[in-house]
């Protein structure tokens, strides 16, 4: 096991048992006073713009994992306030996400638009009671005017408007009588406050957008600040869990609230760090860019962080929740090495996945003193951490293919695999030695001829032993298929950091991230189906894409056996 591997297993196993993460501690003390009556209602409410990844995910099994720990509910509720930016394909993909995951919101379904109603309603309370104003001004010009935290904001020219005019032209907003951008409702608070966000807040604007739900019912949309809180009180949320960027809109959370329910419950927010990963960038602006401008696929390229980019790298939900897990909760930003969630899918895919043989780079051996016309069926384990899943049959014969990088002309001493009169064992097989070897014109061996020893079968007691032993594939059975070769999407281990000006995050996109080969495969890969799994003996773990067919198989590499790129990260 690598240097980077073994670190990250030994600190794994000193941490088996962890303590309370910090919500925890706050709920397990809100349950001992029998606050909201002792329930624990959490939710998880994605934007439906754009595919959710590896971040969402902790945020996914973070509120879900709460609920289910402290019996009590969490609900999926998608904030699609912004129509220009949101769309039904977006939707759809979040819902598979989270069922992958494995967690279930039963009949807890929701979106912030089943609540324009009720929130228009709340606006225009807000405008009765003069704590709400239409405002004419361009954004730009409201921006300049919050100015800086050390300086008080400038008050709009509209602020004192009468709450009748605020009345009417926020119904003619509604009726649709302006266009795009020409007036906003803000919510009247503190232009001195030294939190920027109660400058008096934008809390409507006016789009003439289609909905992907209500249509086109509303031409004005709330904003995330007016929704999200009173989301949460119409659902009967009890810890609003948030990343730490929201921590500074707590405040104006609690005022909308406070200003709008007369009710003593009140749900309440709270603030995690959110998931940074190292050669990986996680803002969905860029991961858009990365599709649109066709430095991947699809959102579901498996190079991208996204979790339908992960399943269909072969990465699976339960490797996943374990990462989730093992980072934990913190209060403070920090970068995750993204080789423990490698750690973590390597983890869960050598106890569940089924071993065979296949050749990437193949080079020919012919076994001179072996039947030509003969085949065995050897008869191999098909999971060593899981006798449960038996035995498998691989043919043998006179032909089989192995590595180019298993046969070298002129070995070291530590070479372990065939040279020139060296021998190794065949996996399951035989002991060969190599007595000769053919080049092509260009000097590239391109043919061994080895002899065996008909005693060393496996399994047949044989005492004699040799240091390497191979993995092989019979040439006569061999299956061909496209095999990708998936490694990380940026060089860099913090891609935004860019060294030059005028570079930005795609200057350090990796041209090496996918390479396609075609590779040779024993034959019991026959009949697989998408997204199954195996671990190509001695290469690492592999995946079926759901592009295969029984005319074409096509394997996307999951990840390497071992953390290549720790080697390679303390050369520089």
């Known amino acids: 096991m690598k240097n980077n591997e073994k670190k990250i297993e030994e600190e794994l196993n000193s941490n088996e048992s962890r303590s309370l993460n910090f919500i925890e501690t706050i709920i397990e003390?809100?349950?001992?006073?029998?606050?909201?009556?002792?329930?624990?209602?959490t939710r998880f409410p994605p934007e439906p713009n754009g595919y959710l990844h590896i971040g969402h995910a902790k945020s996914i099994c973070l509120n879900f994992g709460l609920a289910e720990k402290y019996n009590g509910k969490c609900n999926l509720r998608f904030d699609d306030t912004n129509p220009t930016k949101e769309e039904e394909e977006y939707v759809n993909s979040i819902i598979e996400d989270v069922k992958w995951l494995g967690f279930d919101w039963e009949d807890r379904l929701f979106y912030a638009s089943d609540y324009f109603d009720q929130i228009y309603e709340w606006?225009?309370?807000?405008?009765?009671?003069?704590?709400?104003?239409?405002?004419?001004?361009?954004?730009?010009?409201?921006?300049?005017?919050r100015r800086t935290p050390t300086r008080p904001g400038i008050e709009s020219p509209f602020r004192n408007r009468s709450i009748e005019e605020n009345m009417d032209l926020f119904e003619k907003m509604k009726k649709g009588e302006f266009p795009d951008g020409y007036r906003v409702l803000r919510a009247k608070i503190d232009m001195s406050s030294p939190n920027m966000h109660m400058r008096d807040?934008?809390?409507?604007?006016?789009?003439?957008?289609?909905?992907?739900?209500?249509?086109?019912?509303?031409c004005i949309y709330p904003m995330y600040d007016f929704t999200h809180g009173q989301s949460d009180y119409l659902e009967g949320i009890t810890h609003s869990i948030c990343t730490l960027e929201f921590e500074i809109h707590r405040p104006l959370y609690d005022w909308f609230l406070d200003n709008l329910i007369e009710t003593e419950y009140r749900p309440r927010q709270y603030e995690f760090a959110r998931l940074?990963?190292?050669?990986?960038?996680m803002s969905k602006r860029k991961l858009l860019e990365l599709v649109e401008e066709g430095y991947v696929n699809s959102w579901d390229d498996p190079r991208m962080p996204t979790i339908s980019g992960m399943r269909r790298r072969g990465y699976t939900p339960e490797s996943i929740r374990n990462f989730a897990d093992r980072v934990g909760v913190a209060k403070r930003d920090n970068v995750i090495d993204v080789g423990l969630l490698e750690f973590s899918v390597r983890e869960h895919l050598n106890k569940i996945t089924p071993r065979i043989f296949a050749v990437l780079n193949p080079l020919k051996i012919i076994i001179t003193n072996y039947p030509?016309?003969?085949?065995?069926?050897l008869e191999l384990e098909v999971n060593p951490e899981d006798t449960s899943m038996g035995t498998r049959k691989v043919p043998f014969s006179r032909e089989i293919y192995i590595e180019q990088d298993d046969f070298m002309q002129d070995?070291?001493?530590?070479?372990?695999?065939?040279?020139?009169?060296?021998?190794?064992?065949?996996?399951?097989?035989?002991?060969?030695?190599?007595?000769?070897?053919?080049?092509?014109?260009?000097?590239?061996?391109?043919?061994?001829?080895?002899?065996?020893?008909p005693e060393t079968k496996s399994g047949s007691g044989s005492q004699r032993k040799v240091k390497g032993t191979l993995h092989w594939v019979s040439v006569a059975h061999a299956i061909d298929a496209e095999v990708r070769l998936y490694d990380r999407l940026f060089i860099k281990e913090e891609p935004d950091v860019v060294d030059k000006e005028g570079e930005n995050?795609?200057?350090?996109?990796?041209?090496?991230?996918?390479?396609?080969?075609?590779g040779k495969i024993e034959p019991g890969v026959l009949g697989v189906k998408a997204f199954d799994k195996f671990q190509f003996q001695r290469l690492g773990y592999f995946c079926v894409d759901p592009d295969s067919t029984n005319e074409k198989l096509v394997f996307n590499r999951t990840v390497t056996l071992r953390d290549s790129w720790a080697k390679v990260s303390k050369k520089k």
Request: charged share 30%; proline share 4%; aromatic share 8%.
């Open 29 to 41: 003390e809100d349950i001992k006073n029998n606050k909201h009556g002792g329930r624990i209602h």
């Open 123 to 145: 606006a225009v309370k807000l405008i009765s009671e003069g704590k709400a104003y239409v405002d004419d001004q361009p954004s730009d010009v409201i921006s300049e005017q």
């Open 201 to 218: 807040p934008v809390i409507y604007r006016i789009l003439h957008a289609t909905h992907h739900r209500t249509g086109d019912k509303w």
């Open 276 to 281: 940074n990963l190292s050669y990986t960038v």
């Open 372 to 377: 030509e016309d003969q085949v065995e069926e």
């Open 411 to 453: 070995p070291p001493k530590k070479f372990f695999r065939l040279g020139p009169g060296r021998e190794v064992r065949l996996k399951g097989a035989y002991i060969i030695k190599c007595e000769d070897y053919k080049k092509d014109e260009n000097g590239n061996v391109v043919e061994l001829y080895c002899t065996y020893d």
């Open 505 to 518: 995050f795609k200057s350090n996109i990796n041209t090496d991230s996918l390479k396609i080969i075609t």
